[in-house]
């Protein structure tokens, strides 16, 4: 874990510094008009840090100008460590440790969060696999089941997982993961999940559910493990890599975030997604996955109200 005493998590200036580093590696660029030249850094006590001037169209912009940071009033500082927190923690960060670690409010932490997540998804993402490479599929179920009023019972608690979230993972072997949370479960949205992301050249595996049969058959080779046999590897066939992953996601849900209603759940997916497409075993460490989300906040923009919570206060 990086030193929490980096200058980047203490001085504003230096997490200022280093914010337009990671956004402008090459200068200032204007995000209103996209000039490059002819951009002027505004100094004087009158104006706030970090202020430029464009040439070009007579506007003022910031480093935050354009990403999920605009319009904050949290300090920068505090910006880069909500990163590292959320970018080092395995299981995730909870918003209620996170307002008392930066010391914000609890509400500021959550929205804090939720953009930090928005900054985790990728805009346009590669397939994954590919020739010779394996991705393995699993769907699995978040959430508790639902309660029914039966005659002369009361509520009572449904079995199975009919009221449950259904999620669906895909994993490349030895690289990325991408989930997904969907409202069913059959052949149709499996078809379109697997076509939309996965190459197909690429070895599929997954367990004996019948609604991965007929997709499955796209792909270079579809090879299936029958768990309801007792059968969890033969050779190299296994999906055992896929539920690891969810070990890591479920143990995150109940453990560090207890809950999370179903208008958010797709932003969990994306934070674990980021953090084991960027794991150390990819030669990923904390530092280099903490600039990562930072690199992500561009070209986004997330107000309170569309996170589903109250009026706009972004």
């Known amino acids: 874990m990086a030193d929490l005493q980096s200058p980047i998590f203490t001085s504003e200036d230096k997490a200022r510094a280093a914010l337009e580093a990671v956004r402008w590696p090459n200068g200032p660029v204007c995000p209103h008009c996209g000039g490059t030249d002819r951009q ?39 910006w880069w460590l909500a990163a590292h927190l959320m970018g080092s923690s395995k299981k995730g960060f909870s918003a209620h440790q996170l307002h008392r670690v930066l010391g914000v409010t609890y509400k500021t932490a959550w929205f804090m969060a939720h953009r930090l997540r928005a900054a985790m998804a990728e805009l346009d993402p590669p397939p994954l696999g590919g020739k010779g490479k394996v991705v393995e599929a699993d769907e699995t179920f978040i959430g508790k089941p639902g309660d029914v009023f039966v005659n002369g019972r009361g509520w009572v608690q449904m079995r199975g997982t ?78 055992n890599t896929v539920e690891g992953f969810f070990s890591i996601f479920k143990r995150g849900m ?61």
Do not use: M
Request: proline letters at 2%; charged letters at 30%.
């Open 40 to 78: 002027a850094k505004v100094e004087g006590k009158k104006h706030r840090p970090g202020l430029h001037y464009c040439n070009h169209c007579k506007a003022t912009y910031t480093a935050t100008v354009g990403t999920v940071f605009e319009r904050s009033k949290v300090p920068l500082a505090k």
């Open 162 to 239: 009919t009221t449950k979230r259904k999620v669906i993972s895909l994993v490349e072997r030895g690289g990325r993961a991408r989930s997904f949370h969907v409202e069913n479960l059959d052949a149709d949205t499996i078809r379109k999940t697997l076509g939309a992301n996965v190459v197909l050249d690429s070895r599929l595996h997954t367990d004996e559910a019948h609604h991965y049969r007929v997709p499955g058959r796209a792909f270079a080779k579809h090879e299936r493990v029958n768990h309801s046999e007792r059968e969890y590897a033969r050779g190299d066939v296994t999906t």
């Open 254 to 314: 109940k453990g560090v975030y207890h809950h999370c209603s179903e208008a958010h759940l797709q932003r969990y997916l994306t934070e674990f997604d980021f953090r084991y497409s960027n794991r150390s075993a990819l030669g990923v460490e904390d530092a280099e996955r903490c600039r990562k989300i930072i690199e992500g906040i561009a070209g986004k923009r997330l107000t309170y109200r569309r996170t589903g919570r109250g009026r706009k206060v972004a």
